[in-house]
């Protein structure tokens, strides 16, 4: 099949792309690298910064409008998949609806269904929006509701969702937003990884244990990291002699493997249930994530016997608790970097989503 894959977060089409074009599949991944990220792309779509940058951006899109036809498949990571105004979107979407065949949405970050129902239902216990029964009030999560809500973003979003023909969500939270509003059309399919050919040489403990986390200056606050890195501080300042921790701040992809590589320990989406790209690539190459590993998201992968994330409640004291424990027992974050590895191989390796992602997306007749 002809495959276009149209956006990017966080390698996630990069990957994905990759197991299907393994399959013998052909897969054109259309981004912007994830802006600083700058993952791998077939055709580079970058808007640049002032007004010229907007006309080039617009003048670039519209001349690869007519390579963007006689699809199978199309998938966009988020209603907002170009760097456009909502309202500048809606007719690209109907453009590839028109001239491609099967149109499905990613549920893979921010979006009005993600915003409206943490806010609102609640289904979760703790989440970018919430904590319990009180709204959190940061000011990313702020601006997100702000930007979400009652706008052509919100408007764009309900009709891309009611247009498509799938939506594919990459984590539990994600899917248990979706699922209420569209139950025949939402399936969950796990983030792709690339599993390491190599076996990890040592899965030992190192002492001191080497703690990494990876900062995005921007979003620390929002997503918790700032939390993760206060905890990690104290634990070092506690514990001197038997923690190392190594910091990646908003550095090329590229950069942040090689900087991960060696590590025990990462440090990663304090708010999530479920463990993220940057989480689920460390897991693979036996690093032990500390984070969002809540027993929901075991039990949609119908996973009963692993357990290799420590899961971590929302606050400062859970992510010292956890690191103190990791410190002082070598033999168990041993264990965890083992079941770390048979977790990616079981749940995420690239091959057997992207299966899993050929088998959702067929399971609905093309739009007509």
């Known amino acids: 099949m002809r495959i276009l894959l149209l956006g990017e977060y966080s390698n996630v089409h990069a990957t994905l792309a ?54 199978d498949i199309v998938q966009i990571i988020n209603p907002m998949f170009l760097e456009l105004k909502a309202h500048r979107i809606l007719p690209v979407y109907n453009y590839l609806r028109r001239h491609n065949g099967r149109m499905v949405m990613g549920a893979f970050g921010m979006d009005y269904y993600w915003v409206s129902e943490c806010v609102n239902r609640r289904p979760l216990r703790y989440s970018d929006f919430n904590i319990g029964d009180m709204l959190r009030t940061d000011a990313d999560a702020l601006r997100e509701r702000a930007d979400w809500t009652g706008t052509d973003k919100e408007r764009l ?38 599993v390491p050919q190599t076996a990890e040489t040592s899965l030992s403990a190192h002492h001191p244990l080497r703690v990494f986390i990876g900062i995005n200056r921007a979003r620390s606050t929002y997503k918790g990291t700032d939390i993760m890195l206060r905890a990690a501080e104290r634990v070092l300042a506690a514990h001197p002699g038997d923690m190392q921790l190594l910091k990646a701040e908003s550095v090329p992809f590229a950069q942040y493997q090689t900087m991960m590589d060696g590590s025990d320990v990462i440090l990663d989406q304090l708010y999530s249930y479920t463990p993220s790209m940057n989480s689920l690539l460390a897991m693979s190459k036996g690093i032990v994530c500390v984070g969002g590993g809540e027993e929901e998201h075991y ?29 002082a027992h070598p ?3 041993a264990r965890l970097k083992r079941e770390s590895i048979a977790y990616i191989h079981r749940h ?17 007749p093309p739009h007509q």
């Open 299 to 327: 039990q949609l992968l119908n996973e009963r016997e692993l357990r290799p994330i420590v899961n971590v409640e929302p606050t400062e004291e859970s992510v010292v608790k956890a690191l103190e424990w990791l410190t």
């Open 348 to 364: 995420h390796d690239h091959l057997k989503v992207a299966r899993q992602w050929l088998t959702a997306v067929d399971e609905t």
């Open 18 to 71: 990759e197991g299907l074009k393994s399959l013998g599949h052909e897969v054109t991944v259309l981004s912007n690298g994830d802006f600083w990220k700058d993952y791998p792309r077939d055709i580079n779509l970058v808007r640049r910064p002032g007004k010229w940058g907007g006309i080039r951006y617009m003048t670039r899109l519209y001349s690869l409008l007519p390579r963007l036809r006689g699809y």
């Open 157 to 194: 979003n309900r009709y891309i969702a009611e247009d498509c023909d799938k939506i594919i969500a990459g984590l539990y939270e994600y899917w248990v937003c979706y699922r209420p509003h569209f139950p025949a059309k939402t399936t969950y399919v796990p983030f792709p990884i690339v």
């Open 331 to 333: 033999d168990d974050v």
